[in-house]
């Protein structure tokens, strides 16, 4: 063979392994391999999965410009030949054009076909569209989300009997009727996340869903005229960001293994919200000052780890207080996240009378992940549960990244008595 011919062995390859090779690369370079031999130009149209993201790069192509990534998106569906897609990401970004784009049209020839998983975010300036009813009758349908501008209008007769995760971020709803069918038309739904915009139509969010596992809702703006209504028998765990509603009702979780529960919590029944997290066993609260009024009635006799997150708040006096009602506590950590200048914060501590029973039996991690600066109260705080876990078998301490003079402040943690022997002092 003369040596400036190379021998081609990956084109022996079979169908099966170069489809293998092309799942590992961007859509766009797998498709660019149509062009190297006829062996090559039909092999991509068989890939299962298949991924288009609006990005600059795609816009560089010999595409015409003003289509952006949809004409390219829009025409290789056309070639793409595979019965079953395991996996479709289509991300239409501010490039795409509203004026000629047939999103529904393109959703509808996708599902001529079995389809597993859907991604679909719309980033345009354009208006809402609507998606087809293909869409919400497809019986292979596993996992869906689909993001920003797309309007939510499930029909009557609309059913996703394998759907088991479901994410709704930023989209627009018929009105709550519709919201309510859509979850209802899921039958095992067992994922669901939810990221609301103001104007998304829907004043009662209720979710009730016999078999979901997973709940996460985040509203991007606060809005006192919401209900937020969770009727989830099966539910092991649950996170809240920004709920700030008139009235939120949650009823029926037994199984609730975690709650996370982040920024503040504005509802007139508050207390009542808390307690139906008392069961679980990890705990993560934004503290703010009706969140420690509440948790220091709370009994949490289940809670092995608790995550805490002060926000602007005085919270280590009542932080004692939720320990006391944590006796099996395991694992505490306090992280300074949402707090931009701890200096400001005002802190208060006087020593405790008496010592959780969590200090003395159970608590084996103590973690301070963010910010600490070495206060006299933060100091103080650090050596009552130093001196009082007797099981403690590590301390870890985060400085504040930016904090002057951490060498001595490091030399003060070191030489706080620790009752025991065998925990570990670490520094970040």
Not at 395 to 414: G, H, S, V
Request: with cysteine.
């Amino acid at each position: 063979m003369p040596e400036d011919v190379c021998e081609d062995k990956i084109s022996e390859l079979s169908d099966d392994l170069l489809l293998r090779i092309l799942l590992h690369i961007p859509t766009k370079d797998a498709m660019a391999t149509m062009v190297l031999s006829k062996r090559w130009r039909f092999v991509w149209t068989m890939m299962p999965k298949i991924e288009y993201k609006e990005s600059k790069s795609i816009c560089r192509l010999r595409w015409p410009r003003r289509k952006s990534v949809y004409w390219f998106l829009y025409e290789s569906l056309k070639l793409h030949k595979a019965p079953v897609i395991d996996s479709l990401c289509v991300k239409l970004g501010p490039l795409c054009p509203a004026t000629d784009v047939d999103v529904e049209k393109l959703v509808a020839k996708v599902f001529d076909r079995v389809v597993r998983e859907l991604e679909f975010k719309l980033l345009w300036s354009g208006n809402l569209i609507s998606l087809p009813n293909s869409l919400y009758t497809c019986d292979t349908l596993i996992s869906l989300k689909l993001c920003h501008k797309i309007f939510i209008d499930f029909p009557s007769l609309g059913c996703l009997p394998s759907l088991k995760t479901l994410c709704l971020s930023s989209v627009v709803y018929k009105d709550e009727v519709s919201l309510v069918r859509f979850l209802s038309s899921c039958p095992v739904l067992e994922k669901l996340l939810v990221k609301r915009k103001k104007a998304d139509n829907v004043a009662k969010f209720c979710v009730k869903v016999p078999s979901l596992l997973f709940f996460s809702y985040y509203s991007c703006h606060y809005e006192y005229t919401r209900c937020l209504v969770i009727d989830t028998p099966a539910l092991k765990h649950l996170s809240i960001s920004y709920l700030s509603v008139d009235h939120c009702s949650i009823e029926n979780m037994p199984c609730l293994d975690s709650a996370a529960i982040s920024f503040s919590i504005n509802c007139y029944d508050h207390d009542k919200f808390l307690r139906c997290l008392s069961s679980v066993l990890t705990l993560e609260l934004c503290f703010d000052d009706i969140t420690l009024q509440c948790c220091s009635t709370i009994n949490f006799s289940r809670l092995v780890k608790l995550h805490i997150c002060p926000d602007e708040s005085d919270w280590l006096e009542p932080l004692i207080l939720l320990l006391g009602n944590s006796p099996n506590l395991k694992y505490l950590l306090v992280d300074y996240v949402y707090i931009d200048q701890p200096k400001d914060l005002s802190l208060s501590w006087n020593q405790p009378t008496s010592v959780p029973g969590c200090l003395s039996c159970h608590l084996k991690i103590f973690e301070w992940m963010e910010g600490y600066e070495g206060r006299v109260e933060e100091k103080e705080f650090v050596t009552y549960i130093l001196a009082n876990s007797k099981c403690l078998e590590r301390a870890k301490i985060t400085l504040r990244y930016n904090l002057e003079d951490k060498q001595n402040i490091m030399e003060e943690l070191k030489s706080i008595p620790r009752v025991s022997k065998a925990s570990q002092l670490l520094f970040k």
